[in-house]
């Protein structure tokens, strides 16, 4: 009976020892995160990613209905809509792992490619909204037509992240960071102990976050030039054409300021997005461990990129059917737009008049041209 007893008691003790250890691990997890924060930072990620994604259905729905995509403009909006989506996508997979034990090798591989798709479609993000940028920045700046390097756009936003994602895939640095999977910042060495991996942090600044500031700067850079170019030709100068002054040029110009905003609004959400996830990683990096408060901003804001991304198509595609309707309504019947003749715009430039010549041919909207629909 002594026997049985003990045998007991030393069962008894030892399942004690394993729910406290087990109860333990999952508040804590050897880490400044525990299991339970983790989850719920992936509720949000994941909820947030459900509704950008369908934000960003509804909007490549109505460029197909419209038949917006016949235009340069609208399929360079619309790059930047589907790599939103296709990261919406990742984000909730990410969601879908929640249940899984990190330890399990089904995990460990899906957590692998998930870091892939990851770092990938954030690069593709940046690549698109430098290249819409750079669009806009020489057709407002210079009147330069860059349909012509569509394809540039298209391969070089696909192969260059293809590559770059690659990279960590090699070094094997991809793993869970944070509450999600990307290139770790964090070597776990046993006990509850953790050092900085200099590798994967180094790879993390050197393949996303230092490039994808650098863009943004520019593209801010590019966007400010941009609106003082457009404000400057709008209220500053008066157009003249053979020495006789045109006041409808200013309201082209007017118009054309108008339909820029929602197309500059890509660049700037992204950069104001991208300042919560930069702040979380060099916290990260610099203190050699994650924090609930900067994982969650980053969490909602990488998220809610595909949100915005998707409004502000929508937004920009209600504004120009409306200016459509109306300028239908005013004019009446007229002749395709495609037969209208490009003039020249002359604008004063440091006190000096100068004369640019707008391309033949663009499928930018008509109203991005000062000079379209005379």
């Not at 394993?18 to 880490?31: P, R």
């Not at 924060?37 to 994604?53: E, F, M, R, Y």
């Not at 930018?364 to 005379?374: A, E």
């Amino acid at each position: 009976v002594e026997v049985r007893l003990t045998e007991f008691g030393n069962e008894f003790l030892l399942s004690l020892q394993m729910d406290v250890h087990s109860t333990w691990k999952y508040e804590n997890n050897c880490n400044a995160l525990s299991i339970r924060d983790k989850n719920k930072i992936l509720c949000v990620s994941g909820g947030v990613a459900i509704l950008s994604g369908l934000c960003c259905i509804l909007a490549l729905a109505a460029v197909t209905i419209k038949r917006l995509y016949k235009k340069v403009i609208y399929r360079l909006a619309m790059y930047q809509v589907t790599a939103a989506l296709l990261q919406s996508f990742v984000l909730v997979f990410d969601f879908v792992l929640i249940d899984y034990n990190e330890e399990e090798l089904y995990y460990q591989v899906s957590c692998k490619y998930t870091a892939v798709m990851a770092q990938f479609l954030l690069v593709m993000n940046v690549l698109f909204i430098s290249w819409l940028t750079f669009h806009l920045f020489a057709f407002v700046v210079f009147f330069k037509d860059l349909n012509r390097l569509e394809w540039l756009y298209i391969s070089s936003s696909v192969l260059i992240p293809l590559l770059i994602a690659c990279i960590p895939f090699i070094t094997d640095s991809y793993g869970v960071v944070g509450a999600w999977c990307y290139i770790t910042s964090l070597k776990d060495e046993g006990n509850c102990t953790t050092r900085p991996d200099v590798v994967g942090i180094t790879e993390q600044f050197t393949l996303y976050y230092g490039p994808a500031a650098f863009l943004f700067t520019v593209n801010m850079i590019a966007i400010f030039v941009m609106t003082v170019t457009m404000a400057c030709r709008t209220w500053t100068h008066k157009a003249y054409m053979d020495g006789e002054p045109h006041p409808e040029e200013s309201n082209q110009y007017a118009k054309a300021l108008k339909q820029i905003l929602p197309l500059v609004a890509y660049p700037i959400i992204h950069f104001v997005l991208f300042l919560a996830a930069f702040s979380n990683r060099i916290y990260t990096a610099k203190e050699g461990s994650a924090a609930f408060g900067f994982t969650v901003a980053h969490a909602a804001t990488q998220s809610l990129r595909g949100f915005f991304d998707g409004l502000s198509l929508i937004v920009h595609i209600a504004m120009s059917v409306k200016k459509g309707s109306l300028r239908s309504r005013s004019l009446g019947a007229k002749t395709d737009h495609n037969n209208a003749t490009y003039g020249s715009v002359t604008a004063y430039t440091s006190g000096a008049v100068t004369t640019f010549t707008l391309p033949n041919e663009t499928d930018v909207d008509d109203n991005l041209s000062p000079c379209i629909n005379k």
